[in-house]
């Protein structure tokens, strides 16, 4: 398996490790020397410079092949990309944003098919999410794939299922960039009355403290709700503890399907006054694949989309199109005095405004 992995990225070229967010950034020149090395030919003196440099690996005297996956270029010019593998959950949070959480997906050919039209379009960086997708019966199947495509895998999970010693092996064997695990509550109670699942609590804690002990690289999400904003300092204090990064989300937004039932989650001690919408790469240099292989340009703006298992690669020189159309402004929105310093995309606005929400979750009128 490598150990690192050379790759254009968006214009420039990258050495990466898997597990790691750091990179270092190389002239095409060295891109090029890289690519066109034989297979038992020896790492160059300034890979292994560069590899004790950033990330303290030793790869000196060694073959390349042992080393380094290089990836080729791509006409497609995309250097991420989120994948859905399958809306079910184990949780039945008041405030997810899926709405009705199906357990459905593609089978292991298509889903081949979608991971190699990942990687030819360019994708470097690849999410994957659900749902929870390390309930997916196909999850071991599509991280090896793409890990040993090249692509560095972040993965967002409730954690639940990390005590599990054949996710432990597969996520210690080949190690992602990071795994971002989700924070409901500081106490069974309001653990287990936001994801309306008893004994998910206690599955949290297994799962988290593995990931710790298995030197897994760990951020959390502390979700703040109306359930649990008042052990937003015990959810903090949880991270500290753990000696972990955390990211706090306080806005609720309304399901993908323009529901509203995910908006009384909402605690409006916590929620926050957005910074003006300054524009997104979506449909551009990153996309979302649903469970079914249907291509959006983010998880929000899913309609209109490109099906990438009947369409192919070629599909997705369609989304800058749908990006541009999407983001203008329609319905409520069209003519607004304040439309340069929007708090939210236009596709998320649309969601909101389909849900019925109040003015002030989304829109700077609300405050006026």
């Given at each position: 398996?490598?150990?690192?992995?050379?790759?254009?990225?968006?214009?420039?070229?990258?050495?990466?490790?898997?597990?790691?967010?750091?990179?270092?950034?190389?002239?095409?020149?060295?891109?090029?020397?890289?690519?066109?090395?034989?297979?038992?030919?020896?790492?160059?003196?300034?890979?292994?410079?560069?590899?004790?440099?950033?990330?303290?690996?030793?790869?000196?005297?060694?073959?390349?092949?042992?080393?380094?996956?290089?990836?080729?270029?791509?006409?497609?010019?995309?250097?991420?990309?989120?994948?859905?593998?399958?809306?079910?959950?184990?949780?039945?949070?008041?405030?997810?944003?899926?709405?009705?959480?199906?357990?459905?997906?593609?089978?292991?050919?298509?889903?081949?098919?979608?991971?190699?039209?990942?990687?030819?379009?360019?994708?470097?960086?690849?999410?994957?999410?659900?749902?929870?997708?390390?309930?997916?019966?196909?999850?071991?199947?599509?991280?090896?794939?793409?890990?040993?495509?090249?692509?560095?895998?972040?993965?967002?999970?409730?954690?639940?299922?990390?005590?599990?010693?054949?996710?432990?092996?597969?996520?210690?064997?080949?190690?992602?960039?990071?795994?971002?695990?989700?924070?409901?509550?500081?106490?069974?109670?309001?653990?287990?009355?936001?994801?309306?699942?008893?004994?998910?609590?206690?599955?949290?804690?297994?799962?988290?403290?593995?990931?710790?002990?298995?030197?897994?690289?760990?951020?959390?999400?502390?979700?703040?709700?109306?359930?649990?904003?008042?052990?937003?300092?015990?959810?903090?204090?949880?991270?500290?503890?753990?000696?972990?990064?955390?990211?706090?989300?306080?806005?609720?937004?309304?399901t993908i399907y323009g529901g509203p039932e995910s908006l009384p989650a909402q605690s409006q001690e916590f929620q926050r006054q957005r910074k003006p919408f300054g524009g997104c790469s979506a449909g551009?240099?990153?996309?979302?694949?649903?469970?079914?292989?249907?291509?959006?340009?983010?998880?929000?703006?899913?309609?209109?989309?490109?099906?990438?298992?009947?369409?192919?690669?070629?599909?997705?020189?369609?989304?800058?199109?749908?990006?541009?159309?999407?983001?203008?402004?329609?319905?409520?929105?069209?003519?607004?005095?304040?439309?340069?310093?929007?708090?939210?995309?236009?596709?998320?606005?649309?969601?909101?405004?389909?849900?019925?929400?109040?003015?002030?979750?989304?829109?700077?009128?609300?405050?006026?």
């Open positions: 398996m490598h150990q690192l992995i050379a790759s254009p990225f968006l214009g420039d070229y990258l050495v990466t490790r898997p597990d790691s967010e750091r990179g270092v950034k190389i002239p095409q020149g060295r891109y090029n020397e890289l690519r066109s090395a034989g297979a038992d030919e020896i790492a160059p003196e300034w890979l292994e410079k560069a590899a004790t440099q950033c990330w303290g690996l030793n790869v000196g005297g060694r073959a390349l092949r042992d080393v380094v996956l290089v990836r080729n270029e791509s006409a497609y010019g995309f250097g991420r990309a989120s994948y859905e593998l399958n809306l079910g959950c184990n949780y039945d949070c008041e405030h997810c944003y899926l709405g009705v959480k199906r357990f459905e997906g593609l089978g292991w050919s298509d889903r081949e098919r979608l991971l190699s039209i990942m990687h030819d379009a360019g994708v470097l960086w690849l999410q994957l999410t659900g749902g929870e997708p390390l309930i997916d019966p196909l999850f071991h199947e599509v991280y090896q794939m793409a890990w040993d495509l090249g692509m560095m895998i972040g993965i967002s999970s409730n954690g639940s299922r990390l005590h599990n010693p054949k996710i432990l092996n597969a996520l210690t064997t080949r190690r992602p960039y990071r795994l971002t695990i989700s924070v409901y509550g500081a106490t069974e109670a309001s653990y287990d009355g936001l994801t309306q699942r008893r004994g998910s609590f206690r599955k949290f804690q297994h799962g988290l403290t593995a990931a710790v002990e298995a030197g897994l690289p760990i951020k959390l999400n502390i979700v703040v709700a109306r359930q649990n904003e008042h052990e937003v300092a015990e959810m903090q204090a949880m991270a500290e503890r753990f000696n972990l990064p955390f990211h706090m989300f306080t806005n609720m937004s309304p551009v240099t990153f996309f979302h694949a649903d469970p079914h292989g249907v291509a959006s340009i983010c998880k929000v703006g899913r309609d209109p989309s490109v099906n990438l298992i009947s369409e192919g690669i070629g599909g997705l020189t369609n989304l800058a199109g749908i990006a541009e159309k999407l983001h203008t402004r329609t319905g409520g929105c069209s003519g607004c005095a304040l439309s340069g310093t929007c708090w939210v995309c236009r596709p998320l606005a649309k969601l909101y405004q389909q849900a019925k929400a109040p003015l002030a979750s989304y829109c700077q009128h609300g405050g006026r």
